[in-house]
């Protein structure tokens, strides 16, 4: 069987489930786990350790960072925390900035080719302050669509940030059954 870390097996979905585990951790006192212990000890171990232990894990990090980003986004959505009436006067404002740009753009072209510079400098500044407008105003369209569903639709959200503290969990299991396995002379928690 190759030998894959976790984060192999979060991308991978493999099951550490499969593997029979024979250790434990220091942090409880108790007898000692024996050879072919089943993996259903094993998991009441690895269920045993504090979740403190990996915090400071790169992948524990990122998925913590990543629920909190969501959980946020979520409760934000539900409150409503931005209306979309504000990301409406914004489009518009925007949308002025890009038609009264398509004029300045033309001129700035007609500007430099009557200066004789071909490389259009002026033209190309203008062009791409007009851009970034663009883009500003493709974000809020996408924003103000999202603000606008239903909130049965916005559940989509919760959903992702479940999803997410879901996977925080599962991380979290495999890094304490590898712990469990990496650590065999350690022992059981007694009853």
């Known amino acids: 069987m190759q030998n894959l870390s976790t984060v192999e097996r979060l991308w991978q979905g493999h099951e550490a ?3 029979i585990l024979s250790g434990y951790s220091a942090y409880h006192r108790g007898p000692r786990l024996e050879e072919g212990a089943s993996p259903r000890d094993s998991d009441q171990i690895a269920r045993g350790l504090p979740d403190a232990l ?6 524990i990090e990122r998925l913590t960072a990543a629920l909190t980003l969501l959980q946020a986004r979520a409760d934000d959505v539900a409150m409503r925390k931005t209306h979309p009436a504000t990301i409406a006067e914004a489009m518009t404002g925007m949308q002025r900035q890009l038609d009264a740009g398509a ?6 072209a007609l500007d ?5 510079d071909l490389e259009f400098p002026r033209a190309l500044a203008t062009k791409q302050s007009m851009e970034v407008v663009e883009l500003r105003l493709r974000a809020a369209r996408l924003a103000y669509a999202d603000l606008c569903r239903s909130p049965p639709e916005q559940g989509e959200f919760r ?3 479940r999803q997410a503290e879901t ?12 712990h469990v396995q990496a650590h065999p002379e ?3 928690p007694t009853a």
């Open 54 to 59: 990996f915090a400071g894990h790169p992948e």
């Open 159 to 161: 959903d992702r940030a």
């Open 103 to 108: 004029e300045e753009f033309r001129l700035a």
């Open 112 to 116: 430099d080719a009557l200066k004789g």
């Open 17 to 19: 489930s499969k593997t």
């Open 186 to 188: 350690q022992q059981l």
């Open 167 to 178: 996977a925080l969990k599962n991380a979290l299991f495999l890094l304490k059954r590898e």
